[in-house]
């Protein structure tokens, strides 16, 4: 029978209160599931169902009651070197990592450490060149911040380094290794593309895991520094590379992670 609009409004809130907060989750999990069956009926193809299982499978459902509004706009703020020559400062070598900002590295781009962790962030991020995005890049907002701040402290450096050094292999992130690798050509070497460098960028714990010759001391210094810099609500990430030699310049990268890559 039909119903007068007052009904339906009373209804509608009825069944709104009674599903939140317990039944919210079937309740839309079941809906996305009619609609992926109606959209299947129609021949359109769903190419990612994993989101209706992920929210399916959610126990607790948190959100933010303050209204807090943000740019979505990330910015790379500090790079940290393991190296006290860094800048010559060895009592804050002592204490840690030496931490700078990234107009801070300008004047250092000529010592080899310093260039080092610029060319890392240069070669390995998953950010695209966009001339109509804000910041010349497009991507993910902490990929595009790494580069972006990269550019900063690099200017004109950063792209040259690109171009010097073409990526010829990737190990995208995931949420499990928690790291993404690229593999790029050295096209400085007198027989080009017979050397590589071997990029890596994840969460701290997982890369310093993968690096050899930190000793214990630097690793202990290294990680309060990194526990510091988190304590500050910043999102902290850490690169090392390595030099991939006697492959040859036709040598093929396979594999999907570190267990089945065919080098090391």
Not at 36 to 64: F, H, N, P, W, Y
Request: net charge negative; charged share 20%; glycine share 10%.
């Amino acid at each position: 029978r039909k119903r007068c609009l007052a009904e339906v409004l009373e209804n509608a809130a009825t069944a709104f209160f009674a599903q939140v907060p317990e039944g919210l989750l079937p309740t839309v999990t079941v809906c996305l599931m009619i609609a992926s069956q109606q959209m299947a009926q129609r021949k359109v193809l769903v190419r990612k169902i994993d989101a209706i299982e992920t929210l399916g499978c959610v126990g607790v459902l948190c959100s933010d009651k303050t209204g807090t509004l943000t740019s979505g706009k990330m910015t790379a703020t500090d790079f940290a070197l393991p190296v006290p020559t860094a800048i010559g400062d060895e009592q804050a070598a002592e204490e840690g990592l030496l931490v700078l900002k990234p107009h801070g590295c300008a004047g250092s781009g000529e010592r080899e450490d310093v260039e080092a962790l610029l060319r890392c962030t240069a070669l390995n991020t998953a950010a695209k060149v966009d001339a109509g995005a804000p910041g010349g890049f497009s991507g993910s907002p902490t990929e595009v911040a790494i580069v972006v701040g990269c550019q900063e402290a690099w200017g004109g450096e950063a792209g040259r380094a690109r171009e010097a050094f073409p990526q010829v292999y990737e190990i995208p992130f995931n949420s499990a290794a928690k790291w993404m690798l690229t593999v790029h050509s050295d096209s400085r070497t007198s027989e080009a593309g017979s050397e590589y460098l071997a990029v890596l960028k994840g969460a701290p714990e997982r890369v310093m895991a993968l690096c050899s010759g930190m000793d214990a001391l630097l690793a202990a210094r290294a990680e309060a520094t990194l526990a510091e810099l988190m304590g500050q609500g910043k999102r902290v990430l850490c690169l090392a590379d390595k030099r991939l030699v006697g492959l040859g310049p036709s040598y093929r990268f396979e594999g999907s992670s570190s267990a089945d890559a065919n080098f090391d």
